[in-house]
T-cell receptor, first 116, second 117 residues
Framework: AQKITQTQPGMFVQEKEAVTLDCTYDTSDPSYGLFWYKQPSSGEMIFLIYQGSYDQQNATEGRYSLNFQKARKSANLVISASQLGDSAMYFC?????????????FGSGTRLSIRP | GAVVSQHPSWVICKSGTSVKIECRSLDFQATTMFWYRQFPKQSLMLMATSNEGSKATYEQGVEKDKFLINHASLTLSTLTVTSAHPEDSSFYIC?????????????FGPGTRLTVT
C-alpha cells in the first residue's frame, strides 16, 4: 500500500519569496509516480508537476520544481517567486506503477497563503 | 488536452431524496473512472473505481447501496447518492483515465458541491 504524508497544514509566505512544501511517502513498489496538485477555492484540481521514481533529474515546470530525494522518500514542491495567485491548497499524491488498476492516493494537503 | 466535465456543478437537495451526478470525458475514451469525496478542509478520499461495462469497486467503508455508480459508456459515469442525508453534504470529484495502449494519465473534473438540507 502507498501512503503520502504532508506535515504542514498551513503556511504563510511573503509575495515574491520562494516556498517549499514538504511531502514524504511510503511505498513498497520499486516503480511509482509522484504528483503535485493545486486546488484553489473553486475546487478544481490543477495538475502542477510529475516525478517518476526512475527519473534521473528533478522535474521542473515553470516556477514549480520538485526536490526528489528517493533515498529519503521525499518529494518536496518548490515554488519560486511566489505570487498572490499561488494561494491555494496543495496536495501531494502517489500512484503505483502504470497499470489498469493503479489509482492516485492523496496526502492531507497544505494550505498556502501568500501575503502581499 | 483531455477534459473531464461534471454536472451539476452544485446541487441542493432535501434529506431523503436521491441525487445523480454525471461525469463525462469530453475528448477521450475513459475506460476507468474514479469518484472522490472531499469534506471541507480535508483531502480527497477515493470512494470507488469503475470500469466501463462492469461493476464498480468500492473502497473500504463506502456503502455501495448508498452511492450507486454506473459506468455505462466510455465517456460517461454517474454517481447517485440515494436517500441523501445532511452528512452526505460534500464536494464530489470524478476523475477519468484512458485505457490500454495509453499513458494511463488521470484527469480530474471540476467537482460537484452537494448540500443536503
Amino acid at each position: 500500500a502507498q501512503k503520502i504524508t504532508q506535515t504542514q497544514p498551513g503556511m504563510f509566505v511573503q509575495e515574491k519569496e520562494a516556498v517549499t512544501l514538504d511531502c514524504t511517502y511510503d511505498t513498497s513498489d520499486p516503480s511509482y509516480g509522484l504528483f503535485w496538485y493545486k486546488q484553489p477555492s473553486s475546487g478544481e484540481m490543477i495538475f502542477l508537476i510529475y516525478q517518476g521514481s526512475y527519473d534521473q533529474q528533478n522535474a521542473t515546470e515553470g516556477r514549480y520544481s520538485l526536490n526528489f530525494q528517493k533515498a529519503r522518500k521525499s518529494a518536496n514542491l518548490v515554488i519560486s517567486a511566489s505570487q498572490l495567485g499561488d494561494s491555494a491548497m496543495y496536495f501531494c499524491a502517489i500512484r503505483p506503477p502504470y497499470s489498469s488498476a493503479s489509482k492516485i492516493i492523496f496526502g492531507s494537503g497544505t494550505r498556502l497563503s501568500i501575503r502581499p | 488536452g483531455a477534459v473531464v466535465s461534471q454536472h451539476p456543478s452544485w446541487v441542493i437537495c432535501k434529506s431523503g431524496t436521491s441525487v445523480k451526478i454525471e461525469c463525462r470525458s469530453l475528448d477521450f475514451q475513459a475506460t476507468t473512472m474514479f469518484w472522490y469525496r472531499q469534506f471541507p478542509k480535508q483531502s480527497l478520499m477515493l470512494m470507488a473505481t469503475s470500469n466501463e461495462g462492469s461493476k464498480a469497486t468500492y473502497e473500504q467503508g463506502v456503502e455501495k447501496d448508498k452511492f450507486l455508480i454506473n459506468h455505462a459508456s466510455l465517456t460517461l459515469s454517474t454517481l447517485t447518492v440515494t436517500s441523501a442525508h445532511p452528512e452526505d453534504s460534500s464536494f464530489y470529484i470524478c476523475s477519468a483515465r484512458e485505457g490500454p495502449g495509453t499513458s494511463y494519465e488521470q484527469y480530474f473534473g471540476p467537482g460537484t458541491r452537494l448540500t443536503v438540507t
